[in-house]
């Protein structure tokens, strides 16, 4: 039986088994005591011992998120926004709470809260990212949890499919705003990426080694479905690479030299300058794959071309213009 007692102004609880070290916590009230030493004698009868909690108890998900952030972010393609993810959720008082006392309804406030503020596949992200960070510490770094808070909640309904299309009046706008701006290698890489359709890590973890000129080729040997693939890049896409060639100091040099972040605020100042608020930088994918339809590809070729493995998500990116369809059906 356990013993229940008030001590300097809390109650503690104790449990004492034969087999076992002595429990004890401390509670504000008598009740939820009670509560605890109830349910710690339900597991010790059932599997004849009770887990250690004080790393739970002890250990906030700020602490977790940190050792996530330094021992697992590195392995990932995507370490870079998943740092920066990271550094998000740990500036929440979420990241305050205990592991123990971390529960379905603090990450649902959470959830609740993010959703006025950033979009849901933001959202959804930042939940992955807490959800595998639990996991990782329930199943390897020694936290007794009950279960994973984050699989008890709904998550966020993502609806991104666009339909947005680059004329080539905004595309000539771009272009030109390139013109005046401090990024050298800016107009380059929008070149590439409406004449070939890379994502955007794509374009930026190229290096000269995976660019052939001559036989223009982009060799991927690393790609977000895992999978390599060889990107054939147009004479456009030629003439706008060769000039950063030239003054290039290696094969190990990057093709576009910059971060991903840098790159993003480079982007916004770039779309404020031609006056096109609303296109994002991924937009120039959605028109490349729509211009490789329109040149007449089939659907096989473009998914070769720009890795889609479901044709379904290659159907989200694909919207020709009405004038051309009615232009080719005479």
């Given at each position: 039986?356990?013993?229940?007692?008030?001590l300097?102004?809390?109650w503690?609880?104790?449990v004492r088994?034969?087999?076992m070290?002595?429990?004890?916590?401390?509670f504000?009230?008598k009740?939820?005591?009670?509560?605890?030493a109830?349910?710690?004698?339900?597991?010790?009868?059932?599997?004849?011992?009770a887990?250690?909690?004080r790393?739970a108890?002890?250990?906030t998900?700020?602490?977790?998120l940190?050792?996530?952030?330094s021992?697992v972010?590195p392995?990932?393609?995507?370490?870079?926004q998943e740092?920066?993810?990271?550094?998000?959720?740990?500036?929440h008082?979420?990241a305050?709470?205990?592991?123990?006392?971390?529960?379905?309804s603090d990450?649902?406030?959470?959830?609740?809260?993010?959703?006025?503020?950033?979009?849901?596949?933001?959202?959804?992200r930042e939940?992955a990212?807490?959800?595998?960070?639990?996991?990782i510490a329930?199943?390897?770094w020694?936290?007794?949890?009950?279960?994973?808070?984050?699989k008890?909640?709904r998550?966020?309904?993502i609806?991104?499919?666009?339909?947005?299309?680059?004329?080539?009046?905004?595309?000539?706008?771009l272009?030109?705003?390139?013109?005046?701006?401090?990024?050298?290698?800016?107009?380059p890489?929008?070149i590439v990426?409406v004449e070939?359709?890379?994502?955007r890590?794509?374009?930026?973890g190229?290096?000269?080694?995976?660019?052939?000129?001559?036989?223009r080729v982009?060799?991927?040997?690393?790609t977000?479905?895992?999978?390599a693939?060889e990107v054939?890049?147009s004479?456009?896409?030629?003439?706008?690479?060769k000039?950063?060639e030239q003054?290039t100091?290696g094969?190990?040099?990057?093709?576009?030299p910059?971060?991903?972040?840098?790159r993003e605020?480079?982007?916004?100042?770039l779309?404020?300058?031609?006056?096109?608020?609303?296109?994002?930088l991924?937009?120039?994918?959605?028109?490349a794959?729509?211009r490789?339809?329109?040149?007449?590809f089939?659907?096989?070729?473009?998914?070769a071309?720009?890795?889609?493995k479901e044709l379904?998500m290659l159907a989200?990116?694909t919207?020709?213009r009405?004038?051309?369809l009615?232009?080719?059906l005479?």
């Amino acid at each position: 039986m356990a013993t229940i007692r008030k001590l300097r102004g809390r109650w503690q609880a104790q449990v004492r088994r034969k087999g076992m070290k002595p429990r004890a916590k401390s509670f504000d009230n008598k009740a939820e005591a009670e509560r605890w030493a109830r349910d710690l004698e339900t597991v010790v009868d059932r599997f004849g011992c009770a887990p250690d909690t004080r790393v739970a108890d002890k250990q906030t998900l700020a602490d977790v998120l940190r050792r996530y952030q330094s021992e697992v972010t590195p392995t990932k393609r995507g370490a870079e926004q998943e740092h920066q993810r990271i550094d998000v959720l740990l500036r929440h008082e979420l990241a305050h709470r205990t592991m123990s006392a971390l529960s379905a309804s603090d990450i649902a406030a959470y959830r609740d809260e993010r959703l006025r503020v950033v979009a849901p596949a933001t959202v959804v992200r930042e939940l992955a990212i807490v959800s595998h960070s639990v996991e990782i510490a329930r199943r390897e770094w020694g936290f007794h949890l009950p279960s994973n808070p984050v699989k008890a909640i709904r998550r966020p309904s993502i609806s991104n499919a666009r339909s947005r299309r680059l004329s080539p009046e905004e595309e000539q706008r771009l272009l030109n705003a390139c013109d005046t701006g401090r990024t050298a290698c800016l107009k380059p890489l929008l070149i590439v990426a409406v004449e070939t359709g890379m994502r955007r890590g794509e374009l930026l973890g190229r290096t000269w080694a995976d660019i052939d000129l001559d036989q223009r080729v982009a060799r991927l040997a690393q790609t977000k479905n895992g999978s390599a693939r060889e990107v054939p890049l147009s004479r456009r896409a030629v003439e706008a690479m060769k000039p950063l060639e030239q003054s290039t100091n290696g094969a190990s040099q990057r093709v576009f030299p910059s971060s991903a972040g840098a790159r993003e605020q480079a982007w916004m100042r770039l779309r404020q300058r031609a006056g096109l608020s609303g296109l994002r930088l991924h937009d120039l994918r959605h028109e490349a794959v729509s211009r490789l339809f329109e040149r007449g590809f089939g659907v096989m070729e473009v998914a070769a071309i720009s890795g889609h493995k479901e044709l379904r998500m290659l159907a989200r990116y694909t919207h020709l213009r009405a004038g051309d369809l009615v232009a080719r059906l005479g």
